[in-house]
């Protein structure tokens, strides 16, 4: 075999990390690592989801480990997986040329998972841009790959025993997940394959209102492959782009079909309460009416990434004789025909919005961009989304490999590449910078990813920038609305927009502000952040320690919650068996 073949070049690099790392050498270890390299470590050197870069500053992390020394590291060998094989990846991560691999481990109470991205240093040996180390299994507790019985073994028939499980769950939860949207019912879904006992309560009427509700144009700007749910694909027939109405369906049946207990109409009642001896919480769950109380191990807050619609407070409002509302209450066009609308906001709501006015009949529709949007087109978001998840990998797979590259590095990357981002983006530009629309890639050129990440709101074109390009879409920037008139919107400039009707896509309050109306402002002012990034480009509070023992934050779209429901039951798992304090 060739000395240049991804196999022996990724076999050389393994054989000396896993000579350092089941020496407890964290020296070797930072050895390893290219001058610039990054080791993000989920669940395995601490129980915690870290991104270190640099050799120094890995050595000292590995150091100042509590586990590393006892972390008992064995079986570091070659993933079997055949899409996770060494192979060369040009272009990748930066380098001419570079290779990839993932490989497995074992530890004393545990099976992991790991990947890394090799390039050569100044000296032309192989090292490692990226390492991935992740926590991937109990032992003993193992995720199960198939479904949780084999009913034809029972003595009973599938219905008899899965109405004592449902009956068991509802009695004694040990989770009790807030919220039914995508991610409460992808978190469910894991734990049921950990057996772990979860109960889900939404608030809504149904499965999937909380999409019912938006507005009837509403479809997704990625394909659909992306956000998929867990352990159930779409059809081969459905939608690249999914609409509204077929998603909330979707949630309908995917709870139904992947087993999982909920209950509809249902919200906490007063404020729940923490027993640090039981290390249990006391919940009144209003049940349709009806109250309920239990007692979960721990809650999951999966209310959603935001909280309540924000609207601006404008002096004067009782001149202005229109409709204000904000975009949350927006439909359809159709009551708006003939009339002038202004939206203010420039995000992806705000722009669904304008081009569903614009083509549905407003006499005219005015955007108020305050700011800088950073904008991508559908077509790119495609591009990317083809690439890091193809069709013909599976899904898991591609979640593992997406994951496994620090947020921290691909910031480093855009960075350095924004006029490249800005190429690949200059015909959509070009349209909207003659519609009057400022753009940016984020205040260091970090790119669409990291500024979404940071929930800095971004906008996606699918149409749009034709209508403001051609002016049927007219836009406002610079200014902000500060006091309504008879006739519209006073801006902050000192002009005036002429509306019969104001929409303000002006974004949410925070999920913590959600939690706060939950659990009480004390109780969640001992959490984190659950926005943002922290140092280390890892996002804050999600599916983490929250800071009080028993609570998480589970936000995030769908790829994200497909993932790290995994990161969330396995913490919850060992905290029930006795592996992880809390």
């Known amino acids: 075999m060739s000395d240049d073949t991804p196999e022996v070049i990724a076999s050389t690099w393994l054989s000396a990390f896993r000579k350092a790392v089941e020496d407890s050498d964290p020296l070797g270890v930072a050895a390893t690592f290219l001058p610039h390299g990054w080791l993000r470590d989920v669940l395995t050197f601490t129980w915690n989801t870290r991104s270190i870069k640099g ?3 890995i050595a000292s992390y590995l150091s100042a480990s509590d586990t ?26 930066g380098l001419q040329r570079g290779v990839e691999a993932g490989f497995d481990f074992e530890m004393p109470h545990a099976l992991g998972r790991g990947y890394c991205r090799l390039g050569k240093d100044a000296s032309g040996a192989w090292k490692a841009l990226t390492v991935c180390t992740m926590l991937w299994d109990l032992k003993g507790y193992e995720e199960l790959v198939g479904p949780r019985v084999d009913w034809e073994a029972e003595d009973h028939s599938w219905i008899e025993e899965e109405r004592n499980r449902q009956q068991m769950v509802e009695t004694n939860p040990y989770v009790l997940i807030i919220g039914g949207g995508h991610i409460g019912l992808t978190v469910a879904a894991r734990f049921n394959q950990m057996d772990i006992s979860a109960l889900v309560i939404d608030q809504h009427p149904r499965i999937g ?26 059809p081969s027939n459905w939608p690249t782009y999914t609409p509204r109405d077929m998603m909330a369906d979707w949630l309908e049946s995917y709870a139904i079909h992947q087993c999982i207990v909920h209950w509809v109409s249902s919200g906490v009642e007063g404020k729940p309460v923490y027993d640090l001896d039981r290390k249990a919480w006391t919940v009144t769950v209003n049940r349709a009416g009806q109250e309920v109380q239990l007692r979960p191990a721990h809650i999951v807050v999966a209310t959603g990434s935001l909280g309540a619609p924000y609207v601006p407070t404008l002096h004067n409002r009782g001149a202005f004789p229109g409709t204000a509302i904000h975009a ?18 420039a995000a992806n709501t705000a722009v669904d919005i304008c081009e569903d006015l614009a083509r549905g009949g407003a006499a005219s529709v005015t955007m108020v961009q305050r700011g800088a949007t950073c904008v991508v ?36 990357m855009n960075i350095e590449n924004q006029e490249r981002q800005w190429e690949d983006e200059a015909e959509l530009h070009a349209k909207l910078r003659k519609a009057g629309v400022k753009l940016w890639l984020g205040s260091e050129g970090q790119g669409q990813l990291i500024v979404a990440a940071d929930n800095l709101f971004t906008g996606y074109d699918h149409g749009a920038a034709d209508l403001m390009a051609s002016g049927r879409i007219r836009v406002k920037q610079g200014a902000e609305p500060t006091a309504y008139s008879s006739t519209g919107l ?17 974004g949410y309050t925070t999920m913590r502000d959600t939690a706060k109306a939950i659990f ?21 509070g999600h599916y983490r320690p929250s800071g009080h023992p028993g609570l998480w934050y589970a936000p995030g779209q769908f790829s994200l919650a497909r993932f790290m429901s995994k990161q969330l039951a396995i913490q919850i798992k060992a905290i029930q068996i006795g592996i992880l304090k809390q």
């Open 520 to 540: 009480g402002e004390d109780l969640v002012n001992q959490t984190v952040d659950c926005m943002g990034l922290d140092n280390e480009y890892e996002l804050l």
């Open 55 to 57: 050799p120094a500053d």
């Open 68 to 93: 590393f020394v006892n972390a008992g590291f064995s079986q570091i060998k070659f993933s079997s997986d055949p899409y996770l094989r060494p192979s060369f990846s040009p272009g990748a991560s």
């Open 328 to 345: 949350t209450e927006y439909v359809k066009p159709a009551p708006f025909q003939g009339q002038h609308v202004v939206v203010v906001g």
């Open 490 to 506: 006073i801006m902050s400039d000192g002009t005036t927009l002429t509306a019969d009707t104001v929409i303000f896509a002006t």
């Open 209 to 234: 209102d909380s999409w019912r509700r938006r507005y009837q144009s509403l479809r997704f700007h990625n394909p659909n492959h992306h956000h998929q749910m867990l352990y159930q694909p779409f």
């Open 377 to 412: 087109s559908r077509e790119s978001i495609r591009r990317t989304v083809m690439q890091l998840w193809p069709l013909h990998v599976p899904i898991g797979t591609s979640d593992f490999k997406a994951a496994s590259m620090p947020l921290g590095l691909i910031r480093e």
